[in-house]
């Protein structure tokens, strides 16, 4: 212990006896900061992370079949959704995963992706002029007769803007934008001949426009979406992030769809008018200017050069109004409504933006329909079956919702939420309602089940059963189609409603699993995969972290960067540390070896050069740690801002907020007193060799 207390004195008597110990010092230092804050940094990160996948849709767990192709991506994959194979009835999963005294709750899961044709405003248009049409044959009033003719001078209108278009792109282009048969069409619906005779057959007109002039206009778009089928109400109640934004929630056993508000703003809105708010939330939020923003700038350009899709929504009357309203807005004498619109934009700039803004609102927004697809409405999707044919429904769209902390997540805003017993249907699987008409189709045609062995004498054999002789008789097709009228209303009453053993008794292809205490996720998943093999379930249980698939290695990632760039920088570390001890230990020489010959052993000699650099690597390291920490304070207090819409899913929130465990600073100060006594070994090794002699003659 003597020795021990003399060596540790004369350790921190060298502390900074020397330059070189000061540069040793300051990286030790560094790479502590560097290794506590990075360590609280990425760790913080990771629960965040963990907290937006827990909480938007995976759970602690998924469950799925062990027989599926691929690996379950709830984000999906690179070549589109992952091949799983279904479990026929969720209730035998459900029941065998809620015996486990961990878990919480158990929802069903399908996804699947489509992509959906969003019609362009002429195509939206002749369908409102459409269905006022096919009200009026039940009995036309006078305000359905105005409703009629002020959509007709619409349409009529953006034939006149089409053609303007044409014009325009033709003076461009070297030839014609359009060809023969197409500028013959748009012709003839140009022409007053047209008109004047459109009253006459007017679902024949508005054929005629929708198949040969609505394709003229190339607004519309592919709008991908993709939909996880589920028990709504339980996945409201189990995922607790999640709130509606607009609308209503699907009504309990009815079908119906909830878009992502994040895709409903992203695709569905006005471009002109998400423009405007992707240019005040920059400003707002990130304080970002125009004038130095190319971005920004872009966008603003758009508007400038884009107004099509807002004149073409603009009947006679409402472009009156928007030329009146920008003409006081701009103080302008312009007549031309294009022309104002362009200079509305042109003259937006950072000291006027918020009052723009305000007027595009108040004055343009009220005259146009703000989003394509309205929430109520009926949205058509078709999607391909697990057997690769296509399926159809119209689903309605009851509202948007969004996880609260990561509205402006893309990730956690591109899973549209959908009824399961619709998303079987898509997916190619007969639900309740339609196994109800088939046994009702077959009892009514009298078909009879006959066994493979029996079908010869059925048919064939003096008691053929199968032989029955035709009746003449009258069809009555009025009966036929009334009967079918009503087995088809009563039907889609059947329809309206679905009950909770719907829900269990069907098809799932995955299901989210809730754990009481997630601190035990491991046992419970090993646990349950045990249970489910004993109740004879080919299921493959895995963790949130396993079915995020390429997102949940985000963070592995993360830290793999984080490691490697520790790992460089005492790379370079033990190299400097090295050399700069190997100076220091050649400048000590002649001590060394008068300590040598005054009795002092090679053994001593060597604890004494480690024990010096053990030392500096602790005072620096906890220097370096209490610098990290208070660091790591600031930023948990401030955070660390999401830059970036793709941000907010992993810092699960608009800013990260790191904090500190005791196991960052005690890995940062084990790694840097490590790195030190092994860049330390050789120089004081060769410390030990030198001859007393050699050294007490040797000149500094």
Do not use: C
């Not at 359905?144 to 792109?169: C, G, P, T």
Request: glycine residues 6%; hydrophobic residues 45%.
């Amino acid at each position: 212990m003597g020795q021990l207390k003399l060596l540790v004195q004369v350790a921190f008597r060298n502390l900074f006896a020397s330059w070189v110990n000061v540069i040793i010092g300051g990286i030790i230092l560094f790479g502590t900061v560097l290794v506590v804050v990075g360590g609280a940094v990425v760790d913080s990160l990771d629960e965040s992370m963990s907290r937006s996948i827990i909480g938007s849709v995976a759970g602690h767990l998924q469950v799925y079949s062990e027989k599926s192709k691929d690996s379950l991506a709830l984000y999906g994959t690179m070549g589109g959704e992952a091949d799983l194979r279904v479990i026929e009835r969720f209730s035998d999963i459900k029941t065998v995963l809620e015996q486990h005294p961990n878990v919480k709750t158990v929802v069903p899961m399908g996804t699947n992706t489509t992509m959906l044709m969003s019609g362009n405003t002429v195509d939206l248009t002749l369908a409102r002029l459409r269905d006022l049409y096919k009200q009026a044959a039940a009995g036309e009033t006078p305000e359905l007769r105005a409703q009629i003719d002020s959509l007709k001078s619409h349409v009529r209108q953006m034939l006149a803007l089409l053609e303007k278009d044409l014009e325009r792109r033709n003076a461009i282009a070297a030839e014609s934008a359009l060809e023969p048969a197409d500028l013959q069409a748009l012709e003839r619906a140009r022409t007053p001949e047209f008109w004047e005779g459109f009253e006459k057959d007017a679902l024949a007109s508005l054929e005629f426009l929708e198949n040969r002039i609505a394709p003229l206009v190339t607004d519309g778009d592919m709008i991908p979406l993709r939909y996880l089928g589920t028990d709504l109400v339980s996945f409201q109640k189990t995922f607790d992030r999640m709130r509606i934004v607009d609308g209503t929630p699907v009504p309990e056993g009815q079908r119906g769809l909830l878009l992502p508000k994040f895709s409903y703003e992203e695709f569905f809105k006005l471009k002109t008018a998400r423009r405007m708010d992707i240019i005040k939330e920059a400003r707002d939020v990130n304080h970002r200017k125009l004038a130095d923003d190319p971005e920004l700038q872009r966008r603003l350009k758009e508007n400038q050069t884009q107004t099509r899709e807002i004149l073409f929504q603009l009947d006679p009357l409402k472009t009156q109004q928007a030329i009146a309203r920008l003409q006081k807005a701009l103080g302008s004498e312009e007549k031309e409504l294009e022309k104002l619109l362009v200079a509305f934009f042109s003259s937006t700039n950072d000291a006027n933006f918020d009052t723009r803004y305000q007027q595009f609102y108040a004055e343009l927004v009220p005259l146009l329909d703000l989003y394509r697809l309205r929430l109520g409405d009926e949205l058509p999707i078709t999607a391909f079956t697990r057997t690769g044919y296509a399926r159809s429904a119209n689903v309605k769209v009851y509202g948007t919702y969004e996880f609260a902390g990561m509205e402006k997540s893309q990730l956690a805003g591109s899973l549209s939420l959908m009824d399961l017993i619709t998303f079987r249907e898509l997916y190619g699987y007969l639900t309740v309602d339609q196994k109800d008409e088939l046994q009702k189709l077959q009892a009514a045609s009298g078909v009879a089940a006959v066994k493979r062995n029996d079908v010869e004498d059925a048919l064939f054999g003096e008691d053929s059963s199968l032989v029955v002789e035709s009746a003449s008789g009258i069809i009555n097709v009025d009966a036929q189609l009334e009967d079918a009228s009503l087995a088809r209303r009563q039907q889609e009453a059947a329809l309206r409603k679905y009950t909770q053993q719907d829900i269990d008794e069907g098809v799932v292809l995955h299901a989210a699993v809730m754990l009481k205490d997630p601190e035990l996720l491991e046992q419970t998943m090993a646990e349950l995969q045990e249970a489910s093999k004993k109740a004879g379930l080919p299921l493959k249980v895995v963790s949130w972290h396993q079915a995020s698939d390429l997102v949940g290695q985000i963070i592995l990632v993360a830290k793999l960067v984080l490691y490697a760039a520790v790992f460089i920088i005492f790379v370079v570390a033990v190299v400097i540390i090295n050399n700069s001890v190997m100076m220091a230990t050649l400048q000590r020489v002649r001590e060394i070896g008068t300590m040598r010959a005054i009795g002092a052993r090679r053994g001593f000699v060597l604890s004494m050069v480690l024990l010096e650099t053990t030392v500096l690597g602790l005072v620096f390291g906890a220097m370096g740690a209490l610098l990290g920490t208070l660091a790591v304070k600031a930023l948990g207090t401030a955070g660390i801002p999401a830059f970036h819409e793709s941000l907010y899913f992993f810092f699960s929130g608009p800013r990260l907020f790191p904090t500190l465990q005791a196991s960052n600073i005690i890995t940062a100060l084990v790694i840097v007193v490590g790195v030190s006594a092994f860049s330390t070994f050789y120089p004081a090794f060769l410390a030990t060799r030198v001859s007393p002699l050699q050294a007490m003659q040797t000149d500094e």
